[in-house]
């Protein structure tokens, strides 16, 4: 299914940047793709055809480029029973005609978060996965293959890499030094488990102001203006494998507090998940410094507790905050 | 009896998982042939083989031995589990990161099964083999229960937040345990301290020992009568299943034979306790030195001047009056190779880091230079007169101005020649320290001091006395240490150096010390 709306989607798209006079910029290089590709790549017939007509009826095609690929005659030698390859692009260029050159820039923004820019032409409406140290969690490429994202760094030293669904990697790193001014916690899990973070930041009690998580998550403005922290959730897909991960920051060096800052997680008893193993994960800072990964099991209650919360209080550790 | 239940027990889980419904028939043979054994098998802990032969009950080295019979057990498969149940203080936070540490340190990755805040099992994985090594139940309630489940045979690990009791140490030598008052019974994990706290916004800063006892008894029972506004006060405190409760009892509650009063508000976790009290105002609460949360932690007075505040520094030397050690216990019957290994891990530098990391205090000696130390000889000078006089104070200073106390100290139980529980585990931390060759070539100082009760000339006895004897018990523990590794020496200045007033048999026990100063 998705798969197929992605090939329509990739489709229609070619036109347009056709229309756009995108071949005259590009011109050899469109012209050593065509030149290749479509015999190769043989896409489905019904959807192809009508982009031959349109770029026919429209004459955008530049008559040398017509020339010397025949296109006409390769479009009506296309295979009836063709399936749709899962990559729009051949090897080298995609539908649009970009470069299917995979990349992912970083860059540090305010609050110690870090917008990650990942760019694959050529992956169109796939799932990738993005890490981070150890932070990891399942997006989908747009309708040009990409994805933009901003998360929380969670070292100093902040490594990137984004996983394509066929193994294929890129990575980033960005310096963010003002990470020691926060303190970051995670969970994550995978599928529809939903895990929450809850936070009690200085005294607060559930409901009250101070209470930080999924429902009342704040945002990096809070962190900036120094009064409490917030809660970034990531994984933005609701697919079976699909990773997710859920981040409390809290800016235990920019408050002008001493206090703790208590956590808890909860996960709640559904039909899903009820009498079922969840996998989970928790990360905070180790005893080096650096963000630990905990690999958890929680064992859901019996189904009659459908409904209700399993509050865990002890899997992430209070965050201590101290006055400089 | 209940000893080998237990034995049997796991032998039966075992039999139950390798060879379900098989008879557990084995003959253990020596590698050269020449010996064997058979009989049953009680149990095998990955390493040793226990068996119920016609000799009675042997345990024999698994590197020696091959074992034939459809009771043996698959040596490729074996798991060791064990259990850790008692103090949640312990269990929640401090003990799980230990446990990661420890899986690290040995190349193994960790997977926490979780079913709910009290329960829960780590499993060790070697990241090498992916083999499983090893399943830790924990069980976690509160020393009572931690102490109840061993003597019922279902512990291998007792977590503890006081020493065990009499009746708890009797029903265990009845059990088959083993004399739990041992050394090698317990072992000091960490350090705490209980401290009494109040909301932040509470003028109060601090508060004498009487006086905290005094509101527990319900004797006072307005703010206005400790220094602070004509309004009631509320007490909050731990549940009395709880070793810190008792140890408060004991303590505080027992200086004057006070009786806890009913109004009292009590609570499963030190942490709701500094959260019940950092939100009212007119609350007082007892919580953990590791646990403050958002409270504010009181000072504690003495009646002439002398004040302590819990501190790293002052729960190492136990300065603090209300220094509470947290134990580990394990009952006296041979425990599963990892198991062993995590407890001697316990002791390594990097489960210090991990101690450190996770707030609580832990047992890294460090110096404290006399410049540190200027309240200390403030009251020397304050409460000098007839009895230590200038030459004494500046002999004493002489003597100590060139060195730096270290953290490391002895105090002995109250109304007793015996060192207390955290010194004598300072026996062995420093015997392990002078051994590793920590101090080689420089000067410890045993330096006694007493208290003021009686003659200044026959405290300077008792204080010398009391540094010899502490001196003799670490050159006894430090067996590989060679005569001349370090100079150990001793030195003894009585009364001169009162930490708290003798006006109180805590203050006097607070005097009552040898510290050991470095050169």
């Given at each position: 299914?998705?798969f197929?709306k992605n090939?329509k989607?990739a489709a ?8 756009t006079g ?14 290749t590709?479509v ?11 009508t982009t ?14 017509a ?10 030698s ?5 399936t ?28 110690a ?8 032409p ?7 996965t993005?890490n ?36 294929s ?5 960005v310096n963010?030094p003002?990470?020691?001014n926060?303190?970051?916690v995670?969970?994550q ?46 994984g933005?897909?609701d697919?079976?494998?699909a990773?997710?991960t ?7 060096g920019?408050?002008q ?14 039909a ?8 989970a994960?928790?990360?905070?800072s ?24 399993l ?14 | ?11 039966l ?6 060879a ?28 040793f ?17 091959t ?14 589990e ?8 312990m ?13 690290e340190?040995?190349g193994m990755?960790?997977?926490?099964i ?8 780590y499993?060790?994985r070697l ?8 399943r ?14 061993m003597?019922n ?22 059990a088959?345990?083993?004399?739990m ?22 003028p ?5 020992l ?9 004797d006072?029972?307005?703010?206005q009568?400790i ?12 549940s009395a ?7 408060f009892?004991?303590?505080v509650?027992?200086l ?6 009913a109004?009292?508000k009590?609570?499963?976790?030190a942490?709701?306790v ?7 105002p ?5 919580t ?9 932690m009181?000072?504690?007075r ?14 190492k ?19 599963p190779?990892t ?14 880091r991990?101690?450190?990391?996770v ?33 004494d ?11 730096a ?5 002895f ?5 007793s ?17 002078l ?7 420089r ?15 026959g ?7 009391r540094?010899?004897?502490v ?6 523990a ?6 001349d590794?370090?100079?150990?020496s ?30």
């Amino acid at each position: 299914m998705l798969f197929k709306k992605n090939y329509k989607t990739a489709a229609a798209t070619f036109v347009v940047v056709l229309t756009t006079g995108f071949v005259m910029q590009n011109g050899d290089a469109f012209a050593s793709r065509f030149a290749t590709a479509v015999p190769q790549a043989q896409p489905k017939p019904d959807a192809l055809v009508t982009t031959a007509e349109n770029l026919a009826s429209e004459t955008v095609m530049p008559t040398t480029l017509a020339d010397q690929t025949g296109l006409a005659d390769r479009v009506n030698s296309t295979e009836k029973n063709y399936t749709a390859p899962n990559i729009v692009a051949d090897q080298d260029f995609s539908a649009l005609g970009l470069a299917c050159d995979v990349t992912l820039d970083a860059t540090k923004t305010a609050g110690a978060m870090v917008t990650l820019e990942f760019k694959a032409p050529c992956y169109v409406n796939e799932m990738v996965t993005v890490n981070h140290q150890g932070l990891r969690f399942t997006s989908v490429t747009s309708e040009v293959g990409h994805v933009t994202v901003q998360m929380p760094a969670m070292a100093a030293t902040a490594s990137f890499d984004v996983t394509l669904i066929d193994g294929s990697t890129v990575s980033a790193t960005v310096n963010v030094p003002e990470v020691s001014n926060y303190d970051r916690v995670a969970v994550q899990w995978v599928g529809d488990s939903g895990l929450r973070i809850h936070a009690l930041e200085l005294g607060a009690d559930y409901g009250e102001r101070g209470h930080v998580w999924a429902k009342s998550p704040q945002s990096v403005a809070a962190v900036l203006q120094a009064r409490g922290g917030y809660i970034t959730s990531l994984g933005d897909i609701d697919f079976p494998g699909a990773k997710h991960t859920e981040i409390y920051t809290f800016p235990s060096g920019l408050v002008q507090k001493s206090g703790v800052v208590r956590l808890s997680v909860e996960a709640e008893v559904t039909a899903k998940t009820c009498n079922k193993e969840i996998e989970a994960q928790a990360l905070q800072s180790g005893v080096d410094g650096m963000i630990s990964v905990s690999d958890l099991i929680l064992s859901m209650p019996p189904c009659d507790a459908i409904g209700d919360f399993l509050v865990l209080n002890n899997l992430l550790r209070d965050l201590k905050i101290a006055q400089n | 009896m209940k000893i080998f239940r237990a034995a049997a027990l796991a032998a039966l889980f075992l039999i139950g998982m390798l060879a379900p419904a098989m008879a557990q028939d084995v003959t253990l043979t020596s590698r050269d042939g020449k010996v064997s054994v058979s009989g049953t098998l009680l149990s095998f802990d990955g390493e040793f083989y226990r068996v119920q032969s016609i000799y009675g009950a042997l345990t024999l080295d698994g590197t020696g031995v091959t074992c034939a019979g459809i009771g043996c057990p698959n040596l490729e498969s074996y798991v060791a589990e064990f259990s850790i149940t008692g103090a949640r203080s312990m269990g929640a936070v401090l003990l799980p990161t230990l446990v990661e540490m420890f899986a690290e340190q040995s190349g193994m990755r960790v997977k926490r099964i979780v079913q709910d805040d009290s329960h829960y099992t780590y499993i060790l994985r070697l990241a090498e083999t992916d083999k499983d090594i090893a399943r830790i139940a924990f069980r976690i309630s509160n020393t009572d229960g931690g102490f109840a489940e061993m003597l019922n045979g279902d512990a291998d690990m007792v977590l503890a937040t006081r020493e065990i009791n009499s009746a708890e140490t009797k029903a265990a030598l009845k059990a088959g345990l083993g004399d739990m008052k041992r050394a090698a019974r317990s072992r000091i994990v960490a350090l705490d301290g209980l401290v009494p706290v109040v909301a932040q916004d509470n003028p109060v800063t601090t508060v004498s020992l009487m006086d905290l006892a005094r509101i527990y008894a319900g004797d006072i029972t307005s703010w206005q009568d400790i220094g602070g506004p004509d309004a009631p006060i509320f007490m909050h405190h731990l549940s009395a299943d709880t070793g810190l409760a008792q140890q408060f009892e004991t303590d505080v509650m027992g200086l004057e034979k006070h009786d806890l009063a009913a109004s009292i508000k009590h609570h499963e976790t030190a942490a709701e306790v500094a959260d019940a009290v950092a939100r009212d105002p007119f609350s007082i609460g007892i919580t953990r030195f590791s646990e403050i949360g958002n409270a504010k932690m009181l000072t504690l007075r003495g009646t002439c001047g002398m004040a302590f505040t819990a501190s790293r520094r002052g729960l190492k030397t136990e300065d603090y009056p209300l220094a509470t050690p947290l134990f580990l216990y394990t009952p006296a019957r041979r425990l599963p190779k990892t198991a062993r290994e995590f407890l001697a891990f316990l002791r390594s530098p990097a489960a210090q880091r991990a101690v450190r990391h996770v707030g609580f205090v832990d047992q890294d000696v460090t110096q404290i230079g006399i410049d540190d130390q200027g309240k200390r000889f403030a009251n020397a000078i304050a409460a000098a007169g007839d009895e230590t006089r200038l030459a004494d104070l500046q002999q004493m200073i002489e003597a100590l101005r060139p060195a730096a106390r270290l953290t490391i100290n002895f105090r002995f139980n109250t109304g007793s020649s015996s060192l207390d529980a955290q010194s004598r585990s300072n026996v062995v931390l420093l015997a392990r320290l002078l051994e590793a060759g920590v101090y080689d070539g420089r000067e410890l100082m045993f330096v006694g001091f007493s208290d003021g009760e009686g003659a200044a000339s026959g405290n300077r006895t008792i204080s010398q006395h009391r540094a010899k004897a502490v001196r003799a018990a670490v050159k006894l523990a430090a067996t590989t240490m060679k005569p001349d590794q370090t100079t150990l020496s001793t030195k003894a200045f009585g009364e001169a150096l009162p930490m708290a007033c003798d006006d109180t048999e805590w203050g006097r026990q607070v005097n009552r010390r040898v510290e050991v100063w470095i050169k």
